[in-house]
Every structure is written in C-alpha cells, then in structure tokens.
C-alpha cells in the first residue's frame, strides 16, 4: 500500500498556494516598477490579461480585480495606503497579490492593500499570481497573508477565525491547522468576540491589551465591564491592577446595591428588580454608571460622567446639543 500523502494543513502561506492546483513554480520575482510591465507580455490569457513569463503570473488589468468576500481587515486607513503607494512609486512591487479566477474576473486571495495602492497610483495592470482554491482554502490564504504580512488587529484576527468555523463548518481545531497556529491560541482569540461592542471598539483600536480584555470577560455584569474598561483607558490602569479592580466589583454585584436600597424607599422586591435591569440597560447604553433612584411617587436618574469629553459623549448620546 502506497503511503498517504502528508497533510498540507498548518504549514501557512507557502503551503496553502502549494497545495493549490495547478502548482506554481517558486520563482525570484524582481520588483516591478510602478507604471512598467514585470516581462514582455507573451500570448494573452484572456481579454487584457498578459501572460509576463512564468507559469501562473499574469499582469492583469486593475479593473478586472475584485476583494474577497472573506477578507477580514475591516479597516484600511488613507495613510497605510499612501505610504504603500510611496514605496511602490520609488521601489516597484516586491511581492505580486495573489488572485483566483472567477468566470471572467478575478477575485482576491491575498494582497487587497497592494491593488487599492495600484489603483491610487492610477497604474492599470498589476502583477498577479493565479490559483485555483476552493472557497475554505481561499479564506484561509488571506488569513494567513494577514497575519503573517499586515498585522490584523486582535478582534479581526478573532473575526477570521470565526469565519473560517462557521462559513466552512470547521472545529477550532481544523481552522487553527488550516492557518498554522494551536488550537489554544485560535481558542483565547474567539473568547474575544465575547466582549462587549464598545470593548472590542476598544481592543481593535489598541486601547486595550488583550490581557485587560480577558480580565474584562471574568466580569459577568456588562455595565461593570463596560465601566472598568473606560477606567483602564482613562486612568492608565495595568492589568494586575485591573484584576484587583474586578475581583472588589464582584464582591458587590449591581443587583446587590438595588436591593439594598429596597428597604429604605419602601420598594416592593419585585420592583427593585425592575429598577436593577433599567439600570444596567441605562449604564450599558450610555457606557456611563447610571443610578435609578425611584419611589412610587417620585424618583431620580444620576448619571456619573468624568470630565468635559465625558460629558460632551453623553450629550450626544442623548441627541442634545451642547
């Protein structure tokens, strides 16, 4: 019996496109520079595709170009660009995107920051590598180019994992094979997307490391997570200091303080309930400690702010011109 050939998975970029058939040759590609041409166009692959000289690279029109559905960099900034279209202009292209052909376009694998710096140069064509990769193989590739070449954010890394697991009906442990890391590590990035909106908001812009995000979901009241984490960015606070913090706001959970105002306002249990939750959907909105102080006559919303910007948030908030 032959030997079972050896399993691809895990092995990243190089490996993937490897795997992908027809397979393509490694070759040294020179930078192109921008507004020139990789090779002498041979024989033409399609309407306005050039074939430059090496089996499965194309120049291939800019225009026939489009993103893929599985990219997850959810943000690429004007500056990011303009600076890549600066070392294009003065270095060429080191490195061609990677495509996959699609009826009679071509859509994205890797390189999606490369094309829209080719298209802010106004350069019509772009030197492409072609693959065939299935739709699960295709999401992985830009994950990993992701990855390994432009630094995702931790809450879009956690995004591409989820996609890889539920688009392609994936384990975490067949996505972290497919991408080249441990299952622990593909684990502790999905615990993320547990955060709060406004703390993974938080994550992604770097304002908060990801050990105080996982000090955050030990909280279980979102109105204290959400709290603290303002706290940590506007006091600097570090992560062992954070996690006495939440250890102290466990000891006196929300619903705990609204019970113990019942008795002194003559508030029956049931409604004191009722205040606790409109207390922390208030809290939560306006991510700002809100207190309810009610009676059945007459009550009172306090709502805590801290400095002028603080205040100028919740105004808008509220939809009120200062």
């Keep these: 019996m032959s030997a079972a050939p050896k399993s691809r998975l895990g092995r990243g970029l190089g490996g993937l496109i490897a795997a992908a058939k027809p397979a393509i040759p490694a070759v040294d590609h020179a930078p192109v520079r921008a507004g ?3 090779t002498a166009p041979t024989a033409p692959a399609a309407a306005g595709v050039a074939v430059v000289g090496v089996p499965g690279y194309l120049e291939i029109p800019v225009h026939l170009i489009e993103p893929s559905p599985y990219q997850v960099r959810r943000e690429i900034t004007g500056e990011q660009l303009n600076e890549l279209a600066d070392s294009i202009r003065s270095e060429g ?3 061609p995107i ?5 009826g009679e376009r071509f859509q994205l694998i890797a390189g999606e920051r490369r094309w829209r710096a080719f298209q802010l140069l106004k350069i019509k064509s772009i030197p492409a590598r072609v693959v065939e990769a299935s739709n699960a ?11 390994q070449r432009e630094g995702l954010n931790p809450i879009e890394e956690a995004h591409g994992y989820a996609s890889l ?4 009906d994936l384990t975490q442990e067949s996505a972290a094979e497919r991408v080249g890391k441990g299952r622990a590590s593909v684990a502790n990035a999905l615990r993320l997307l547990s955060l709060d909106a406004d703390l993974q908001g938080f994550v992604a812009k770097n304002l908060l490391s990801v050990g105080h995000a996982k000090v955050l979901l030990g909280i279980e009241d979102a109105a204290q997570r959400s709290l603290l984490g303002r706290r940590i960015i506007e006091e600097g606070l570090s992560v062992r200091v954070t996690e006495k913090l939440s250890l102290s706001l466990a ?3 929300a619903a705990g303080r609204a019970r113990a105002r019942a008795p002194k306002s ?7 309930a009722a205040v606790a939750g409109i207390e922390r ?3 939560s909105h306006l991510g700002a400690r809100v207190a309810v102080l009610h009676t059945p006559r007459k009550g009172r919303i306090v709502i805590e702010y801290r400095g002028n910007e603080d205040l100028q948030r919740l105004l808008e908030k509220l939809g009120i011109e200062a």
Excluded at 98 to 102: E, G, S, T
């Design 93 to 95: 292209l080191l490195q």
């Design 266 to 272: 003559g508030v029956s249990s049931q409604d004191a």
């Design 251 to 253: 000891a006196k959970p």
């Design 281 to 283: 959907r208030l809290t």
């Design 36 to 38: 020139t041409a990789a």
């Design 98 to 102: 990677v495509v996959r052909k699609i």
């Design 165 to 168: 697991i539920r688009d392609f």
């Design 137 to 147: 193989s295709s999401a992985a590739l830009g994950l990993i180019e992701n990855l």
